[in-house]
Nanobody, 121 residues
Framework: QVQLVESGGGLVHPGGSLRLSCEAS????????MGWYRQAPGKERELVAGIESTSRRKYYADSVKGRFIISRDNSKNTVYLQMNSLNAEDTAVYSCAKGSTSDWNRGFVFWGQGTQVTVSS
C-alpha cells in the first residue's frame, strides 16, 4: 500500500532553515510526480512546491519562490523540501503528496500525515 512518511519538521527561529524529507513506498516512485503542501490553522491547504518525476520541471508557489527548493532522489524514493529564510507565515503542517502521473500538475491522489513546522523567536 502507498505510504508517505515525512520528517524534518520542528521549531526554528525566523530567518532559519529546515529540510523536510518524505520517504515513499508502495508505488513506483521514479514514475510519479510529487508535491509538498502546507496547511496553517484556519487556512486552506496550499500547494507549496511540485516536482516532475525526472526533476526536469518544478513548481513553486509565489509565497515561497526564491526561498524553498524541492528536489528528489529516485534511488532513495525520497522527495525533499529545503526551506530557507523562514518566517512566521511559514508555520504550518507540511505534507508530501503523490501525484497521479509523472508530472506534478495533474492532481495529487495521496497525502502523508505531515510534519509540523513552527517559526518563532
Amino acid at each position: 500500500q502507498v505510504q508517505l512518511v515525512e520528517s524534518g519538521g520542528g521549531l526554528v527561529h525566523p530567518g532559519g532553515s529546515l529540510r523536510l524529507s518524505c520517504e515513499a513506498s508502495g508505488f513506483i516512485f521514479r514514475n510519479i510526480g510529487m508535491g509538498w503542501y502546507r496547511q496553517a490553522p484556519g487556512k486552506e491547504r496550499e500547494l507549496v512546491a511540485g516536482i516532475e518525476s525526472t526533476s526536469r520541471r518544478k513548481y513553486y508557489a509565489d509565497s515561497v519562490k526564491g526561498r524553498f527548493i524541492i528536489s528528489r532522489d529516485n534511488s532513495k524514493n525520497t522527495v525533499y523540501l529545503q526551506m530557507n529564510s523562514l518566517n512566521a507565515e511559514d508555520t504550518a503542517v507540511y505534507s508530501c503528496a503523490k501525484g497521479s502521473t509523472s508530472d506534478w500538475n495533474r492532481g495529487f491522489v495521496f497525502w502523508g500525515q505531515g510534519t509540523q513546522v513552527t517559526v518563532s523567536s
